[in-house]
């Protein structure tokens, strides 16, 4: 359901302010570069579900934004970024099962920014594409898998497979002539699963994420 509801997400903004778009006729360009920083609380949904707990992974990376209106622009930004998910895999242990990964992170973004004072509240959306660069995880100690038909996903090497999705924000711009720091909260959602269907007991692995980024952009053409 959450994912058939995400194309709306992304359009439903952009659709009743493009009256308002359409009236600002003021020739408007802006070229900026930046750099950001992020971090988010991770979790993988798998299918048959599993007790899973949130892994919060941090991001950092470069970014672009060009706005050729005073509403509507892009941001793109290339990350690395870590994530994975944390589970209970057995109640006789303690310890959680922990994975891990990093990945080389794509982002497009198209983003809505509202006002003309320093603050701006703003409104983006766009997909992303991840890269796997590594993989670690930590089992309890002397934990002993049970004899299944496939193997456990936990005990599984995953492969490498491109990983997509979309990701949501929400927060603020904040103007400072050719400056903007911006500040938002962001929602992952992953499309692709993680592993292949019919290798391991998961049927489904696909991401999610709920965090916070912060970038600090300075305008190199603007007229």
């Not at 890269?131 to 995880?137: E, I, V």
């Not at 699963?193 to 290798?199: E, N, S, V």
Request: with cysteine.
């Amino acid at each position: 359901m959450m994912i058939r509801l995400l194309p709306l997400l992304f359009f439903l903004p952009f659709s009743c302010l493009a009256q308002t778009a359409s009236d600002s006729t003021e020739t408007y360009h802006r070229l900026q570069f930046g750099l950001a920083f992020g971090s988010m609380n991770h979790e993988v949904n798998f299918t048959p579900s599993a007790t899973v707990e949130p892994f919060s992974g941090e991001n950092y990376g470069v970014g672009l934004r060009y706005f050729d209106n005073k509403l509507v622009g892009f941001q793109a930004e290339l990350s690395l970024s870590q994530a994975g998910w944390r589970e209970n895999i057995d109640t006789s242990y303690a310890t959680l099962y922990e994975r891990r990964f990093s990945y080389a992170e794509l982002l497009i973004l198209t983003q809505l920014s509202l006002g003309n004072g320093t603050v701006q509240p703003l409104l983006q959306a766009g997909p992303y594409l991840s890269f796997p660069l590594s993989d670690a995880f930590d089992l309890p100690p002397g934990y002993v898998a049970p004899e299944r038909t496939l193997p456990n996903y936990y005990e599984a090497d995953f492969p490498f497979r491109i990983n997509y999705g979309v990701q949501i924000g929400a927060g603020l711009n904040v103007e400072l002539g050719p400056l903007t720091i911006q500040a938002e909260g962001r929602f992952l959602a992953g499309f692709s699963d993680l592993l292949k269907t019919g290798t391991t007991v998961a049927s489904t692995s696909r991401r999610q994420g709920l965090g916070w980024h912060v970038g600090v952009f300075w305008a190199v053409a603007q007229d």
